[in-house]
Each structure stands twice: as structure tokens, then as C-alpha cells.
């Protein structure tokens, strides 16, 4: 996806060999037409999946999830990190592992928007450890739900969550692959077709 | 705005008369072609007004200032909630009480996305007693950036947010506004354009 590896050529921050910070675009600020753009393409990747709801996590994934949600025409579901007094008691709920804030947090779904009968696509910004992915499958697996797939907007490869994915039969889609970021350049995979 | 006060009578939960729960098409579960219509509605009624970022507050201001912003086709910032590594040191911040949660939480924009020469819509789920959305204009004009309106979805009118920015001069425009949950009914003020 050309016009997503520019923005992250001219707008993206390596601050260490692990950290690109995407703020300008991504997860602070939010360039409209590129998440309209990265919306059509999961839409375009996914468009052999029946897909009936669509799950992500607060806060970054919701406005990715929102603008794709428009070229599947399903509703969108985040999962909470934060206890919220208005959240349903009966929730799913599994424990994610932040590496970037060295903390386990809670994530949580009201029961009522997860049926067996759902094909759920789960949208994230990043994939690395692949933690939040996983806590997110783990509740769509409490539900009996079918997972219909993952879609990411950046894979890093040099870490582990794509390869556990892939390893575990999830069809994952990544928009782009970064193989590394040692020199301070970003180095993305030539394959974007990632199955 | 017909559309959402029949999502509201038909979805919403009254669970105490300072209390509606809206999570099954606005907070938690997302109904995209309901954000929609409200975006093109944000649209119409601001469209006096020249507006060059929209400005929210994460977690379900998100989608709503996402969605809205393909209409006036500019950037949507989020503000953030929770301390986040990857965020800028230098930062606009503020304090906001929440009434709903009995405590007072940090609000931060990096100083980097907004300017003095920004006119800014600030745009938000709800408002109740005001605090996210005075702590919002705190931001704006912090950054000597102008406040184009203050766009909200559901403005509980039987609360002080909606009289004290009035009050201040701000051209506040509210998609529907309820007078009372008293009786276990949602009771909507008559008059929507609300400047």
C-alpha cells in the first residue's frame, strides 16, 4: 500500500529500533483520507470473508475500525481497557499484556454484542507481540463467534505477533510490513499479500 | 434530528434519571450509518463556520469526530485521557472533573497539532455538566487557536453544560436535547437548532 508506506516515510518518527511513533497520522491526529484509504483496502483484502461485525480496541483502533466499517456496512464493536461505570456487568473479558507500557490491563465486551452466529473482523493499528490481537480473539472465542480474520494497518515482522498469527492459521492482513528500523530508516517487506 | 431520537426511544436504557446508556449504537457498539447522519447533520449546521480541525476526546468522541470529518474534510485530534509513553512532552493539558466516575483526570493535545491560526470544532457524544467540553476550549485556547462551535450528540438539558456555554457565547449546536428522564421516558426539548 504505496500512499500508506509515504505517510510513514514523510510524517512517521523512528524513535528507537522499536518504536515508530504515527501520531501525525494515525493515533492522535487522524488524516481522514488515509484511513478512507486503509478502510477500502481491508475491505478489498477481506472481500472473500463474510463479515458481520467488526471488533477493535480503544483508543486507536476505533476511528480505523469506524471509517472501514463503512465499506463493510456491519457495526462496530471496541472493546474497553478502562472500568467504566456504564459497562454492562456481564461482560467477556480477558487479560492483554502491554510491552510498550509494561503493564496487564483489562479488556472487555458487553456479552449482548457477541453472538455464535458473528463473523467478526478484528482492525488494530499495530501488530507486534500481537497481545491486544490476541485478547481480542480470545473474547470473540468466548462468544463462539467465528473469526473472520485480523486486519492491521502496521505489522512490525522484526517482532512476534505476525509469525504467532500466522503459525496459529489466522488469516492476518497487514497493510505493511516494517522489517526493520535499526538505522533509523523504516524498512518495509516487499510482500504486502501477507496470507 | 428524528433519526437519532428514534435509535434513543427504540435502543437507549434509561438507568437513572441522570443516566442513558447508549452503547448499543454510540459508546460501545457502533451504528456506522447512525454516525453517519450525524456527521452530515454536524455538517449542515456548521457550515457557516470555517473550520480547520475537529477536536475530540478519546474514547467515544473518536468515531463520532472521524466519521463527521469526511464532511468537512479536515484532521480530526483526539485528546488523550491516559498517560501514554509514546505521547510528545510537550503537550497542552488540562484538568477535567468527571461527574460520572467522581474523579478528575489529565486531557492532553501535543502543542504540535494545534495552532493560532486553527478555528476549531470541538465535537463529543455527550454533554452533561460540561467539564470535557470547557476542558476542551481550555486546549483551544491555549493554543490561541479560534472556536469555530461546539457540535454534541446528545445534550442533556436538565444539566448546567449546555446553559454555561450558551452563557459564554459559544455557538453550541446539540443534534437533540433530552429535559428529563424522570419519569423513565426520555422527554426531548422541541427546539434542536439550539443557538
Redesign the interface.
Known sequence: MQFLKDRINELGEV?SPE?L?V??FLN?????EL??AIGREFHKRFEDRTVTKILTI??SG??I???A??YF??????A?K?PS????ADTFETDVFSY??KTTYKVR??R??LHPQDQVLILDDFLAQGQAAVGLMNLVQQAGAELAGVGIVIEKGFQEGGRLLRADGVRLESLVIIDSMKSGAVQFRETEQSY
Chains 1, 2 share one sequence.
Open positions: 524513535r518504536i511513533k501520531d501525525r492522535h491526529q487522524l488524516d481522514i484511513l478512507n480503544e483508543a476505533i476511528a475500525a469506524a471509517i466499517a463503512q456496512k456491519v457495526p462496530v464493536v471496541f474497553k478502562v461505570q456504564n459497562l454492562d510498550t507500557k465486551v458487553a449482548k454484542f
